[in-house]
């Protein structure tokens, strides 16, 4: 069964893209939980952060590069913002194809709640 996020990669799924190469496509979070939400996900279906080979890290890198770039885009490079990659259960993913979010546009305050 192919990903959410392999549908949208495909065209199957709509989606705000904001950018797209042969390695990374970008788009927007279908639920934003800050002003700037973007989902940077590769377009090889990698699932998790453990799943991530060792030849895959000039894609990573990649991704990191993407990212950075979207937040000059958005203005929000000198503000701040966060780059997250959630894995797992305790990680909280919900989609198992990797992707990194970046999120900003507003103080995001503590990183994870204090137990
Ligand atoms: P994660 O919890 O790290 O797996 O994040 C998955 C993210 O995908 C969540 O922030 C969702 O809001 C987002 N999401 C789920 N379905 C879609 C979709 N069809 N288009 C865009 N974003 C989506």
Redesign the pocket.
């Known amino acids: 069964m192919p990903t959410?996020?392999e549908?949208?990669i495909a065209g199957d799924?709509?989606?705000?893209v904001l950018y797209r190469d042969p390695r990374v496509v970008a788009?927007?979070?279908?639920?934003?939980?800050a002003p700037v939400?973007i989902?940077i996900v590769p377009t090889k279906p990698i699932p998790t952060a453990n799943d991530i080979a060792d030849d895959d890290e000039s894609l990573i890198g990649h991704m990191f590069i993407v990212a950075r770039d979207l937040a000059r885009q958005q203005g929000i490079a000198e503000s701040g913002y966060r780059l997250?990659?959630?894995c797992n259960a305790h990680?909280?993913?919900?989609?198992?194809?990797l992707?990194v979010?970046l999120l900003g546009g507003r103080p995001l305050g503590p990183m994870a709640a204090r137990a």
Request: charged content about 15%; glycine content about 6%.
């Open positions: 959410l996020f549908k949208i799924l709509p989606a705000t788009f927007l979070d279908i639920r934003p939980a939400h989902l997250v990659i959630n990680g909280g993913q919900e989609v198992y194809h992707h979010h």
